[in-house]
């Protein structure tokens, strides 16, 4: 069965670029200039993935993420969200909206396949954290080994200083999906859950001394610039 990808994108030149790369690694397309006629395209046969341009006459990409990932019938579609340099607040409100991640203009066919790639994947497995014991109650990475019950988390094999309850959500939200872009607020709901009355600098506080504490594993913890923060050994 082959995986179809509903592009979305108003310049024809880029639309026919992306669309022929795709068919010719076997994916099916289907392409649409304008949100509207993503939105009835998506709706009519929902495709394995969406390719989001934000930058669309009339409604724009944001507003076709938002309501392809509030009905029900398309909100499991994962979409990458297509943006220009510059645009990083909208990258964070489309991550805030459920997109799934995002490239930015211009790219390389190469890379874009590769992210679809990697989307598709892991939308295979949603939620599924990188490796746990039958329990749930330990999470495994690379170089980390965070066991939820005892609130310890070591590196290469070595305790570290403890973590504060903040710090811990937070490490768990982003080790559980390594390579995810996790926006602020997304950091702060998972953490907190909805109602958390707290400013976006208090998680940049928390990840500081997150990553003092994880020493030299501290860079796993990347920020993404203008969006917000990763997990990445
Ligand atoms: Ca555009």
Redesign the pocket.
């Known amino acids: 069965m082959s995986l179809s990808v509903l592009v979305v ?3 024809n030149d880029i639309r026919e670029l992306i669309s022929y790369n795709l068919l010719k690694e076997g994916f099916e397309v289907v392409g649409a200039s304008t949100g509207e006629e993503a939105l009835k395209a998506a709706r009519r046969e929902p495709p394995s993935l969406v390719l989001l ?1 934000l ?2 006459p009339g409604v724009d990409g944001l507003h076709v993420c938002k309501t392809l990932k509030s009905e029900p019938p398309t909100q499991s579609i994962p979409i990458i969200m297509l943006t220009a340099k510059g645009e990083e607040a909208d990258i964070v409100r489309g991550l805030n909206l459920g997109a799934d991640d995002y490239v930015t203009k211009p790219f390389s066919p190469r890379v874009l396949i590769a992210r679809v790639r990697a989307v598709l994947r892991r939308a295979e497995t949603p939620r599924e954290p990188p490796a746990t014991d039958e329990t749930g109650d330990v999470l495994w990475t690379r170089r980390l080994v965070i066991h939820m019950g005892r609130h310890e988390v070591s590196v290469d094999g070595e305790l570290t200083e403890e973590l504060t309850s903040t710090e811990f959500r937070v490490l768990v939200c982003l080790a559980r999906k390594p390579g995810w872009v996790f926006t602020r607020q997304q950091i702060l709901d998972a953490v907190h859950g909805d109602n958390y009355a707290i400013t976006d600098r208090a998680v940049d506080v928390q990840i500081v001394g997150l990553r003092r504490k994880l020493g030299s594993a501290g860079e796993s913890i990347q920020t993404v610039r203008g969006v917000g923060y990763r997990f990445r050994e």
Do not use: H, N, R, V
């Open positions: 994108e108003d310049e341009d930058m669309l």
